[in-house]
């Protein structure tokens, strides 16, 4: 049976940060990846890392954005040395050949974003994201990791004493089933945007790492905390940069109406995330859009200025929307963007689950609390992928390898020969996607309503019944993406019972949780983490709560949150 | 926008038990308008009409690099093609990257293309060449390279990759000179003393199509010209490639024109000459022998001129990519 | 009506690729096409020379291209590579002043006339197809091809990089289609068309350079071609002269009639031997031809 000390699945720039700490510690550390490490959805991130670097900015400052921004439900321990922290990560990306953009004189060139009271993102050119992924990529491949290449994990495996032994892994390739044994394994599975229709994911963010330690007995943390975009394209989902309202673009309903000056008269276009995405729902609801879209309106703009400063998205929506912003309007809507909520791990990585760990957005720490600031995830992902890379490794010493029964491996070859088994029931995979991604824009997006909340999760019963049903056309071995994604599927139906119970219980908007029946934060009540757990006994999701972490600081106590 | 039928061509291919590739051309029919995406229209065939259909793809947004593939004939991605660019009286036809083992339909197995660019030392390395400082006009050249996402439709398209499977590749020579032009990294010299060995940067064979099939403007030809470029500068001219490039500058400025009847003695040597005497009766039989002393150019005088010039102040001409903020 | 150009026609056809030469001369005189000799015009250098000295191959490009300018004429070409050489350079000038204005600064002090940017450089096959009514082409056709099926070779450095020739490139170019349609030919669809015919690593990737020529010729051949045509002398070596040598090293036989478009103008416009050049091919088309009641 193949082991290695330490597991890390997902091989975006959390995981692989996390591998090379492995890799100084000199521990056996190997990669399980369901796509290439370049194919990562880290690259996709366009804006930026943020870190105090400037002598002129502090640690301090950037501390007391995150807090405030995060609503006053992140732990503050974390953010602390998330914060403190960011400048060197930075400053190593950048060592190991990150060509981020400069000013004169040499030093990372630096931008201002939402939320932030400096300018302190660095960038490199428009594709920040994807030069740190392919950077870590360099070092993984210079430090010779074993990477699991196109590797799905299906099974999470613990002992008897509830301590992680492993995983089950399913070679996409080939289609086999092995169990790979290790003293820890480290989730870096990312987010779980899939589980809704609209959303800027990649189709390969289906939160495999949170499901299955959902399964595995450890807590995801606020899994109702899921940030909408306010401008992402009607038919794909697909971001469109906040930029191109930062170089004036209005917001129009479909009466040519800029309303924005009915909810943020200041602001407009510019407040924050959470408050734009709102207006934009309460339009839509209430008849003044298009097809479920509003619309960005960069005519005015004039072409010369379009194509001298937003090119790239005006190309994007050329190509995916069909719309040249130059002679009309982008049809957008909020979109599923960024999980705030995850695996429950302390401020190293740590999940109350023996030997399991997670960084990235697939874990909870919390640094984002109930709302993430633009530029605060790459940096989450290389701060913490490798404090908890660290962590893990220290924690290793000592560890001996637990008992990984055959029978699990056994039981999740049942299950494959079971789906391709399945007569023909009517139920196709991506229809029953549709309906429970569908269902959760539509009961649990940018506005919850208790009378339709509580609809929503009537269906989920119907749903996992239908799970049960689902018919797969491929019954090959190599390369079986209809089997993987029926996997895949079922992560999404458990990752959307977290979301749903927790957004049912917690009676409070904060952040990116808007509930209409109770449109105010509730501190005194509510100021807590929401914990889901998988009950086996009753076969659903379990809430409990845990206290917010704090350092006793009188500027980060709960204020207003204006902008 | 109107919504057309379109006919999807798709190249099924399948391993058989022996392990050969079993291939057949299926046709699906698929509602759309111009600009719906391919990768839209491979969707819908798998979800709605045949969930056997196999392809990758994760971003959907032109960033990962999942989803290249032979769409009307050029490798391109599948999320940022429309339609009704590449139909063809409402017919598309798709198969998989050429030049690359295939394990079902359009997925290919992208281990060989990887074990090209690891070739190249995929990373900066440490040594006495590093720059002190990264100005802010340092990356003017490696901002095209670091564009690319490593979807090997250059590889696909690569007209040398087809019928040389030791070249190695646009992508990987792309990658090359993103470290070669990097002011951090500190083994410049010895990567292009690399890159020169057989197979590498002088067999590329200039058709350019790696710049046209370039989901992401990286230009690789481009970056193998200037990786050329900074080889010759540095002395590395042994080999056929460069001493045929070099031979340019020589006959412009002693006759005006290529003098192609000692140019291959001076590419491949004397042996070389000797195993291409075959070649050349065979050429000669038509009359085609270029003639000893070619017709001279009016006002070589002026070139001798501009040449001393150049080489007395030299002329950065290079192209930059422009500066990106972003948006 | 007459249209005046300079004339490029580049090294290997004032070399080996003669044919080409008199075939383009011979068809522009029929078509009223005045091509002037460029006298003080050097080789282009290639992209060896962009890649050797990348400032002298820009100065030795604005001498040449200066030169046309200076007789008040757009220049025409009937090689590829000597065509996207110039056309990459005159591209920059024209887009980047301070460049030309270097190059200039340095031309002028060898005697050189300053190059302005002011004119197009143009491959023959454009000026025929896009420049000409296709009435007045198509009404010298005395031989028409009745049917004929050509393989069009395009080559590769008329097409790419695609921005910055003077007429459609890239995936959409089409000349030769049309030229082959004017003629009364069938064009014929394969893959290949706008490949690379190897000429550039001839000598350094040998065996590489005849396995592209068997590739691209098997491929029309399988298609249907009866004859292959290119815009180009280079293309022309390649795909014809090393036939014989790439089916050595491929071991099948190819033996597929290939000619310069001019030279397939030549034959439509029922030109004489020493316009259309045809036995200076290595592969003979006069079987193909006699088939179609062509000569």
Redesign the interface.
């Known amino acids: 049976m193949k082991s290695h000390d330490l597991i890390i699945v997902g091989a975006g720039l959390a995981g692989m940060r996390a591998a090379l700490e492995g890799v100084k510690a000199g521990i056996d550390v190997a990669i399980v990846t369901k796509?290439?490490p370049?194919?990562?959805?880290s690259?996709?991130a366009?804006?930026?890392v943020n870190g105090a670097i400037d002598p002129r900015d502090s640690r301090e400052s950037h501390s007391y954005d995150t807090v405030k921004g995060g609503d006053y439900i992140g732990d503050e321990d974390a953010i602390e040395l998330m914060c403190h922290e960011a400048p060197e990560s930075i400053l190593e990306m950048d060592r190991?050949?990150t060509?981020f953009?400069?000013?004169?004189?040499?030093l990372i060139a630096q931008?201002a974003f939402g939320g932030a009271s400096f300018n302190r993102t660095c960038?490199?050119?428009?594709?920040?994201g994807?030069?740190m992924l392919?950077t870590l990529w360099?070092?993984l491949?210079?430090a010779d990791v074993r990477v699991y290449e196109e590797c799905s994990m299906l099974r999470l495996v613990t002992d008897a004493e509830k301590h992680v032994a492993g995983i089950v892994v399913y070679d996409i390739?080939t289609g086999e089933v092995f169990p790979l044994r290790g003293k820890a394994v480290l989730m870096a599975t990312g987010g779980y945007g899939r589980v809704f229709l609209s959303n800027t994911n990649?189709?390969?963010n289906t939160g495999d790492g949170m499901a299955l330690a959902l399964r595995a007995g450890a807590p995801l943390a606020d899994m109702e905390f899921v940030q909408f975009h306010p401008t992402g394209l009607l038919s794909?989902g697909?971001?469109v940069?906040e930029?191109?309202r930062g170089?004036g673009g209005y917001l129009i309903n479909v009466h040519g109406e800029r309303f924005m000056s009915k909810y943020a008269p200041n602001k407009l276009e510019l407040a924050s995330r959470d408050v734009v995405s709102r207006a934009e729902q309460t339009e839509i609801l209430e008849g003044r859009g298009k097809n479920g879209a509003v619309f960005l309106d960069l005519r005015h703009l004039g072409k010369e200025k379009i194509l001298e400063?937003?090119p790239?998205?005006r190309q994007?929506a050329i190509?995916?929307?069909?719309v040249d912003a130059i002679h009309d309007p982008l049809p957008i809507r909020p979109t599923a963007h960024y999980s705030m909520g995850g695996i429950r791990t302390n401020m190293y990585g740590a999940s109350p689950l023996q030997g399991l760990f997670s960084a990235g957005e697939a874990a909870c720490v919390s640094v984002h609390g109930a709302n993430r600031l633009g530029g605060n995830s790459l940096l989450d992902t290389i701060v913490f992928g490798k404090i908890t890379g660290k962590h893990c490794c220290d924690w290793l010493k000592g560890k001996v390898l637990r008992n990984f029964a055959a029978s699990e491996v056994d039981e999740v070859k049942s299950r494959i020969a079971d789906l391709k088994r399945r007569p023909d029931q009517g139920v196709?995979?991506?229809?029953l996607l549709q309906r429970t991604a569908g269902g959760m824009n539509q009961y649990f997006g940018v506005f919850r309503t208790p009378e339709i909340m509580q609809e929503g999760l009537a269906k989920l019963p119907a749903i996992r019944a239908d799970y049960e049903k689902m018919h797969?056309?491929?019954k090959?071995d190599?390369?079986?993406?209809?089997l993987l994604r029926a996997f895949e599927l079922g992560n999404l139906i458990d990752l959307s019972e977290c979301i749903m119970r927790g957004a049912v219980a917690r009676q409070e908007s904060r952040g990116a949780h808007a509930r209409t029946d109770f449109p105010d934060r509730d501190d005194e009540n509510w100021r807590k983490h929401t914990l889901s757990q998988w009950d086996p006994g009753k076969q659903e999701v379990v809430l409990s709560y845990e206290a917010v972490r704090t350092v006793g600081k009188a500027e980060y106590a709960p204020k207003v949150r204006t902008y | 926008?109107p919504v057309n039928t379109y006919t999807i061509r798709i190249q099924r291919k399948?391993?058989t038990s022996d392990g050969r590739i079993d291939s057949h051309w299926k046709e699906y029919s698929v509602k759309a308008?111009?600009?719906t995406?391919i990768l839209?229209i491979l969707?819908e065939i798998?979800?709605?009409q045949?969930?056997?259909l196999?392809?990758?793809?994760?971003?959907?947004?032109?960033?990962?690099?999942?989803c290249a593939m032979k769409i009307g004939?050029?490798t391109r991605l599948a999320c940022?093609t429309?339609v009704g660019v590449v139909a063809r009286d409402n017919v598309v036809e798709i198969a998989s990257q050429a030049n690359q083992p295939v394990?079902?339909?359009m997925?290919i197995?992208?281990g060989p293309f990887?074990e090209r660019v690891?070739k190249i030392t995929?990373?900066?390395t440490e040594g006495p060449e590093t720059d002190a400082?990264?100005?802010?006009t340092?990356?003017d050249q490696?901002?095209h390279v670091?564009?690319c996402?490593?979807c090997g439709s250059c590889y696909s398209d690569c007209?040398?990759a087809?019928?040389?499977p030791e070249?190695i590749g646009p992508a990987a020579l792309a990658k090359a000179f993103r470290f070669v032009s990097?002011p951090?990294e500190g083994q410049k010299t010895k990567r292009l003393r690399q890159l020169a060995e057989p197979h590498m940067m002088?067999?590329c064979?200039?058709?350019?199509?790696c710049?046209?099939t370039c989901p992401k403007d990286v230009?690789p030809m481009e970056a193998i010209?200037k990786l050329?470029?900074r080889s010759?500068a540095k002395g590395f001219n042994d080999?056929?490639?460069?001493k045929?490039?070099?031979?340019?500058?020589h006959?412009?400025q002693q006759s005006?024109?290529?003098n192609?009847f000692t140019?291959?003695m001076r590419?491949?040597g004397i042996m070389?000459t000797l195993e291409e005497l075959?070649?050349a009766f065979?050429?000669l039989?038509?009359?085609?022998?270029?003639?000893l002393f070619?017709?001279k150019?009016?006002?070589?005088?002026?070139?001798a001129?501009?040449?001393e010039?150049?080489e007395q102040n030299?002329?950065?001409?290079?192209?930059k990519a422009k500066?990106?903020?972003?948006? | 009506m007459s249209i005046q150009f300079a004339y490029y026609p580049g090294?290997?056809a004032?070399?080996?690729?003669k044919e080409a030469d008199a075939a383009a001369r011979a068809v522009a005189r029929e078509l009223g096409i005045t091509l002037h000799d460029m006298?003080?015009?050097?080789?282009c250098?290639?992209?060896?020379?962009?890649?050797?000295?990348?400032?002298?191959s820009?100065?030795?490009a604005a001498?040449i291209l200066s030169e046309a300018e200076e007789s008040g004429r757009h220049l025409v070409t009937i090689c590829n590579t000597c065509l996207q050489t110039l056309t990459h350079a005159n591209h920059?000038f024209k887009n980047e002043p301070e460049?030309l204005e270097?190059?200039n600064h340095?031309?002028v002090?060898?005697?050189?006339r300053p190059y302005k940017a002011s004119i197009n450089v143009y491959h023959l096959l454009w000026v025929i197809t896009d420049q000409l009514d296709p009435k007045a082409v198509k009404a010298k056709v005395v031989k028409p091809l009745n049917g004929l099926k050509v393989a069009p070779f395009y080559g590769?450095?008329n097409?790419?990089?695609?921005e910055i020739f003077d007429a459609k490139a890239?995936?959409a170019a089409d000349h030769l289609d049309r030229l082959i349609l004017l003629l009364g030919g069938r064009p014929v669809v394969y893959?290949g068309h706008d490949?690379?015919c190897?000429f550039?690593?001839m000598?350094?990737?040998k065996v590489?350079?005849r396995?592209?020529v068997a590739?691209n010729c098997l491929n029309a051949k399988d298609a249907g071609a009866e004859l292959m045509i290119t815009p180009c002398t280079l293309c022309d070596?390649s795909m014809g002269?090393?036939q014989?040598?790439a089916e050595q090293v491929v071991g099948k036989v190819i033996e597929l009639p290939e000619m310069n478009f001019a030279q397939l103008i030549a034959v439509a416009f029922g030109l004489d031997e020493s316009a259309a050049g045809l036995?200076?091919?290595?592969v003979s088309p006069h079987a193909v031809l006699a088939k179609q009641g062509i000569r």
């Open positions: 796509i290439h370049l194919r990562s959805h690259c996709a366009q804006g930026g190991m050949g060509p953009s400069r000013v004169e004189g040499g931008r960038y490199a050119a428009d594709r920040t994807q030069v392919h360099e070092q491949v210079k390739k990649a189709t390969t794909s697909i971001l940069t930029g191109a170089e400063r937003l790239q998205i994007l190509d995916l929307e069909g196709r995979p991506l229809a797969l056309d491929d090959s190599e390369f079986n993406i209809d | 926008m399948r391993k308008t111009e600009t995406t839209s969707e798998k979800g709605e045949d969930g056997t196999t392809f990758r793809q994760s971003c959907r947004s032109a960033i990962c690099g999942s004939g050029r940022k429309h394990l079902k339909d997925a197995d992208i990887f690891h995929p990373y900066l400082v990264t100005e802010k340092a990356y490696v901002n670091t564009q996402i490593m007209t040398m087809e019928v040389s070249f990097d951090r002088w067999s064979a200039r058709c350019a199509m710049v046209e230009k010209v050329r470029t010759v080999g056929p490639g460069p045929h490039a070099l031979a340019f500058h006959d412009i005006g024109h290529l192609e140019l291959m590419t491949v070389g075959g070649t065979h050429l039989k038509k009359g085609k022998v270029p003639s070619p017709h150019s009016a006002g070589l005088a002026e070139l001129k501009i040449y010039i150049l030299p002329l950065d001409v290079e192209t500066e990106v903020v972003p948006e | 090294c290997a004032q070399q080996v690729q006298p003080r015009a050097t080789c250098g290639a992209v060896s020379l962009r890649e050797t000295k990348p400032a002298f820009l100065a030795v001498r920059r460049l270097k190059i340095v031309i002090q060898a005697g050189v590769c450095h097409l790419r990089p695609e890239g995936e893959d490949k690379c190897g550039h690593v000598l350094s990737d590489e350079m396995s592209m590739r070596m002269s090393f014989k040598p036995d200076r091919l290595h």
